[in-house]
């Protein structure tokens, strides 16, 4: 009967910590072209998948890339619906959003620098980190 107990116990607790589990996705996004300095364009969003645990999970750490011509000069930012970041450079990961609901999808926001030509914006990268 105790080993009963135990084991119902061990399996309960494997449950528990299996939904608290971390995971992370990642999302390759298709470029876009920047034309305006006045009004930021935004790429397509980057969608979750829908696994059991990221329904109730929690943003980490984010990592992006991209990539535009040298000597452009972008402002960047990597939004959620509720906050948008700005990026330092074309890579690097950031854990401002931490605490924001992981099942929301991402996206990321361009503006020219006054007096800049149009620029495209390739190879726009996501991975994700959620717990």
């Not at 980057?46 to 990221?54: E, F, S």
């Not at 452009?72 to 854990?95: D, F, I, K």
Request: positive net charge.
């Amino acid at each position: 009967m105790i080993g009963i107990l135990l084991t119902g116990c061990l399996l309960a607790g494997l449950t528990a910590n299996a939904q608290a589990a971390p995971g992370s996705w990642s999302s390759q996004i298709p470029g876009l072209m920047v034309a305006m300095s006045d009004r930021a364009s935004t790429s397509k969003m980057a969608t979750p998948p829908t696994v059991g645990n990221i329904q109730s999970g929690q943003l980490g750490r984010v990592q992006w890339q991209f990539e535009y011509p040298h000597g452009a000069l972008l402002n960047a930012w990597l939004c959620h619906p509720e906050q948008c970041v700005a990026l330092t450079g074309m890579r690097g990961s950031t854990a401002a959003l931490a605490g924001r609901a992981a099942e929301e999808p991402l996206h990321f926001r361009f503006a020219l620098r006054p007096g800049q030509r149009p620029v495209r914006v390739q190879g726009l990268q996501l991975i994700v980190n959620y717990q």
